[in-house]
């Protein structure tokens, strides 16, 4: 049975492990050096209170979902940009699609409003996979990214997960969220 939860510390090697195969297999990560688990440790203490990171697990760990800050500047608070990696053996079972569920649900109940996801073009299945989750193409930006010899695009999908033109409220910590609104994680 598959799993979803908030991410732990103990985590962190499974998490940068499959991160550094996409960076030295694929064009989707566009780091081109493997990175230290230190730095991916870093990252996770620096941003797990306001941007949820998940992991799913069956026994073993299967893949993972994040957030993190869409910019720095602060009219940009309430949006966030979500990716998504599911180990190899385990592609096109669901998995992708059931980390950003929950990952999606703990944004809402954080008070988030925009959710954005970047895409190495062309990449047919991660297309799929975000516009199954109600998102849609709002940019694309050519050959921005030069990896293993070639020039790459980059595509982002969006959604708004609530609309109006009403003031934003504060957006709550992962731990509120998740205890407040039983969102699955």
């Avoid at 869409?70 to 998995?95: F, I, M, N, Q």
């Avoid at 990449?123 to 940019?139: T, Y």
């Avoid at 990896?147 to 504060?170: I, M, N, Q, T």
């Amino acid at each position: 049975m598959t799993t979803v939860r908030l991410a732990r510390e103990g985590d962190i090697p499974a998490i940068n492990a499959l991160s550094n195969w996409a960076i030295r297999e694929t064009v989707a990560h566009f780091s081109v050096d493997p990175e230290p688990d230190e730095a991916m440790l870093e990252d996770w203490r620096r941003s797990r209170a306001m941007y949820p990171w998940l992991v799913a697990e069956n026994g073993s760990f299967l893949g993972y979902a994040r957030s993190s800050p869409w910019k720095g500047r602060c009219a940009y608070d309430w949006s966030v940009e979500v990716t998504v990696y599911v180990h190899p053996d385990h592609h096109r079972k669901g998995l992708g699609r059931l980390l950003y569920e929950r990952l999606f649900a703990i944004l809402r109940a954080q008070g988030y409003r925009t959710l954005l996801g970047g895409i190495t073009l062309p990449n047919p299945a991660s297309v799929a996979l975000h516009e199954a989750m109600g998102m849609r193409q709002v940019a694309e930006m050519p050959s921005v990214g030069f990896k293993f010899g070639a020039w790459h695009s980059v595509g982002y999908w969006g959604v708004e997960l609530w609309r109006g033109d009403d003031a934003p409220g504060e957006i709550v910590p992962v731990a509120s969220a998740v205890r407040e609104n039983r969102s699955g994680a």
